[in-house]
């Protein structure tokens, strides 16, 4: 995008008011984006991973795919209100090349961080990559000076709250295909994906959800990527 056209632009971009309709093109990891959206910095059970992040125009996406994301949460806002979620990266506003990921390049890839038990919330701040660094053993356990703090404040283990990620999963497929889409993949440690089975709803998740068999060049345990399958112009 040239320099101009950005800075006339930027309100527009900030607030999410976008004059034309989101379309998106090519494939996650060779794309672009035009008028992408992006969801609140916060609603009443989630939030954004980083806010210098939003300003920094990394939480865009297709409009279909944010009203999906924002969807999803309203239902489990009603369903689970106990438990708050994070959203990660999505991309740009025209989407493109988006350091360090290999993908989220046309608006179809959202970065999930995983929810927490008993009311902890993942810890985002600059020393760890606001997530990304946090790490978790193979019982979705953290470890590491992160586990360390949220025990001397809260006097409790952080755990991945496994059930409550199926139904987040499962309420992005449901609200996605009422837009016409649906959930491509999702990558998510194959380790931590044997307990996710387990949940009560893991038979039907990973019957109505395709995930990765292998590892992928980043862990995904401290949060789950997510490709969507939504219509796009093959090229721009």
């Given at each position: 995008?040239?320099?101009?056209?950005?800075?006339?632009?930027?309100?527009?971009i900030?607030?999410?008011?976008?004059?034309?309709?989101?379309?998106?093109?090519?494939?996650?990891?060779?794309?672009?984006?035009?008028?992408?959206?992006r969801p609140?910095?916060?609603?009443?059970?989630?939030?954004?991973?980083?806010?210098?992040?939003?300003?920094?125009l990394?939480?865009?996406?297709?409009?279909?795919?944010?009203?999906?994301?924002?969807?999803?949460?309203?239902?489990?806002?009603?369903?689970?209100?106990?438990?708050?979620?994070?959203?990660?990266?999505?991309?740009?506003?025209?989407?493109?090349?988006?350091?360090?990921?290999?993908?989220?390049?046309?608006?179809?890839?959202?970065?999930?961080?995983?929810?927490?038990?008993?009311?902890?919330?993942?810890?985002?701040?600059?020393?760890?990559?606001?997530?990304?660094?946090?790490?978790?053993?193979?019982?979705?356990?953290?470890?590491?000076?992160?586990?360390?703090?949220?025990?001397?404040?809260h006097?409790?283990?952080?755990?991945?709250?496994?059930?409550?990620?199926?139904?987040?999963?499962?309420?992005?497929?449901?609200?996605?295909?009422?837009?016409?889409?649906r959930?491509?993949?999702?990558?998510?440690?194959?380790?931590?994906?044997?307990?996710?089975?387990?949940?009560?709803?893991?038979?039907?998740?990973?019957?109505?959800?395709?995930?990765?068999?292998?590892?992928?060049?980043?862990?995904?345990?401290?949060?789950?990527?997510?490709?969507?399958?939504?219509?796009?112009?093959?090229?721009?």
């Amino acid at each position: 995008m040239p320099l101009i056209a950005f800075l006339i632009a930027l309100p527009l971009i900030i607030f999410g008011m976008q004059p034309e309709k989101s379309q998106c093109f090519g494939q996650t990891n060779k794309g672009a984006l035009q008028y992408g959206d992006r969801p609140d910095f916060f609603g009443p059970n989630y939030g954004s991973y980083c806010h210098i992040c939003v300003l920094a125009l990394r939480t865009f996406g297709h409009a279909p795919v944010i009203r999906t994301l924002e969807a999803a949460y309203a239902r489990l806002e009603k369903s689970h209100p106990e438990t708050y979620f994070l959203y990660g990266e999505i991309g740009f506003p025209w989407g493109g090349r988006f350091p360090p990921h290999r993908t989220h390049r046309n608006g179809l890839s959202v970065d999930f961080m995983v929810p927490l038990k008993d009311g902890l919330i993942l810890p985002s701040h600059m020393g760890n990559r606001f997530g990304y660094d946090v790490s978790f053993d193979d019982q979705g356990r953290m470890i590491g000076d992160e586990a360390s703090y949220l025990y001397a404040r809260h006097n409790k283990v952080a755990k991945i709250d496994f059930e409550a990620t199926a139904i987040h999963l499962l309420a992005l497929e449901a609200e996605a295909r009422k837009r016409g889409g649906r959930i491509a993949r999702v990558f998510f440690a194959p380790g931590l994906q044997k307990i996710l089975r387990k949940t009560s709803q893991g038979k039907t998740l990973f019957q109505k959800i395709a995930f990765n068999k292998r590892p992928s060049w980043v862990r995904h345990d401290d949060h789950y990527h997510v490709d969507f399958s939504f219509p796009c112009t093959p090229k721009r």
